[in-house]
């Protein structure tokens, strides 16, 4: 940020912008000093000028004894702030170890600030915040410099990942694999996704849902919106709903095509593809509806959020759930993506930890369903 020093003293020329009863100058005027205090005045009609003023394309401001304003000035209930040769600066400002940001019409400025393709916040006096910051429900946290952390950083021996937006992903921290390649969770913090393995069913070990799965229905929903585009293929590698650091698996290298700490691929994570699939499928990317842990989580962090509607009726663009008890999911469940009815037949999207990146597939083993998470249908 030190080479924000540079604008400490920029000039713009024909500013007009909230500093109402601002004037140009005159072919008779001039500069005085006053060699008493050595103030400096601006003189034209052998009179001081007084408020706001541009001279050669700079704005300077006089007090009502027409005399030259240096430091700190409210006007209008704003504030603005003049260097010691009286110019109103723009851009950052360092100013008792403090920065503060100066609109171009050399207002303070308040609140959330993108600079440079860098945001930033000024607390409500103006000083550039750094730290955690807490903002409608969510956590920044801006580096020493200022401008939001958009990678992962590590605080007393804690990780924290952030999206490019500088918005904190919550529960997603570092994982460890253990040698049968089995997401060994560790306790201390939340557990993280693991996908299904196979697809046998044990009529013996059937889970426990919140009701009935219904079979799906010949009027069942089979359009999300007019925009919904089915996928039967795996999403390219330029896909960004996929493999960007904005899908919050993938920011934390949960996802193909990075490897496990045993250096073998990861070969899919059905959370990252679900997330991605979700994102595509709204236009939004899902960070408001707790979407962050293991697959079976993915239900009653919903719930909780109150993000989405949901029920066990399938439909077209829905969010299935499985829970803990699916078999071979090691007690991690599974989450797919609704592509299809038809027919009474309902069609799924999905990746899997132990199998395929992509796979186009009927539904299988409802019985483990907790239910499907309705995209179309948010609570706000």
């Known amino acids: 940020m030190r080479n924000k020093v540079v604008k400490k003293t920029a000039v713009i020329g024909a500013i007009t912008l909230a500093l109402t009863g601002m004037s140009g100058i005159k072919a008779s005027a001039e500069w005085k000093q006053n060699e008493d205090n050595n103030t400096w005045s601006w003189i034209e009609d ?19 004894n027409g005399v030259m304003h240096t430091g700190w000035l409210k006007y209008n209930n ?22 503060y940001y100066f609109n171009d019409d050399g207002t303070m400025h308040i609140g959330w600030l993108k600079d440079n393709n860098e945001w930033y916040k000024l607390d409500e006096d103006g000083t550039m915040i750094t730290g955690w910051i807490s903002d409608n429900d969510k956590w920044y946290y801006a580096k020493p410099s200022g401008n939001l952390e958009t990678d992962s950083i590590t605080i007393d021996g804690k990780t924290y990942n952030f999206l490019s937006d500088g918005t904190m992903i919550e529960n997603i921290e570092s994982v460890d694999f253990s040698n049968d390649n089995v997401l060994a969770i560790d306790t ?116 909780t959020k109150k993000k989405y509607k949901y029920g066990t009726e399938p439909r077209v663009g829905a969010i299935a759930v499985w829970n803990s008890s699916l078999p071979g999911s090691g007690g991690f469940g599974h989450v797919a993506v609704v592509e299809k009815i038809e027919n009474g037949k ?3 999207s999905e990746s899997m930890w132990h199998g395929d990146c992509f796979a186009y597939k009927p539904i299988y083993s409802t019985q483990y369903l907790y239910g499907y998470i309705y995209l179309d249908e948010p609570n706000y």
């Open 46 to 64: 052998d009179s001081k000028a007084t408020g706001w003023k541009l001279i050669n394309g700079t704005w300077y401001y006089f007090n009502d």
């Open 78 to 99: 704003k504030k603005y702030k003049l260097s010691d040769s009286g110019i109103m600066i723009t851009g950052w400002n360092l100013d008792n170890g403090k920065w």
């Open 188 to 303: 201390s913090i939340p557990e993280k996704d693991e996908c299904y393995k196979d697809k046998e069913v044990n009529e013996d070990n059937k889970g426990e849902t919140d009701e009935k799965i219904e079979e799906p229905k010949e009027e069942a929903h089979e359009v999300i919106n007019s925009n919904f585009i089915e996928r039967t293929s795996e999403p390219d590698l330029d896909d960004k709903h996929y493999y960007s650091n904005d899908n919050i698996f993938y920011s934390v290298k949960l996802s193909p095509p990075f490897k496990k700490n045993d250096g073998t691929p990861i070969k899919g994570n059905c959370t990252w593809y679900a997330w991605g699939r979700a994102w595509e499928i709204t236009g939004k990317r899902p960070v408001d509806a707790g979407l962050t842990g293991n697959a079976y989580e993915w239900w009653q962090a919903n719930k």
């Open 346 to 348: 309902v069609y799924i």
